[in-house]
């Protein structure tokens, strides 16, 4: 498992937050998502061999957000730690 962090454009917009969680949530390999409102992030655990950082970018894209990489870090369990994982 990975955690990935993104920073993302065009984050006031309304209802925006919704859809790219559930395009995330939606992709295999997915686990775990937040989307940070304060300061614009969204971190994501995945399982490296169900989905790419491309294709994350590319759900966060079609969901309306402009995003780009910021942080990857092996082994991550839960990126709030809300979910207990």
Do not use: W
């Amino acid at each position: 498992m990975r955690l990935a962090s993104f920073n993302l454009e065009d984050h006031s917009k309304a209802g925006y937050d919704a859809d790219a969680e559930a395009a995330l949530n939606a992709m295999p390999g997915v686990s775990d998502v937040l989307i940070g409102e304060v300061n614009d992030t969204c971190s994501v655990v995945y399982d490296e061999h169900g989905v790419t950082t491309a294709q994350l970018l590319a759900a966060l894209s079609e969901a309306g957000y402009a995003s780009r990489l910021v942080m990857m870090q092996p082994q991550a369990r839960s990126c709030c730690g809300s979910c207990g994982g």
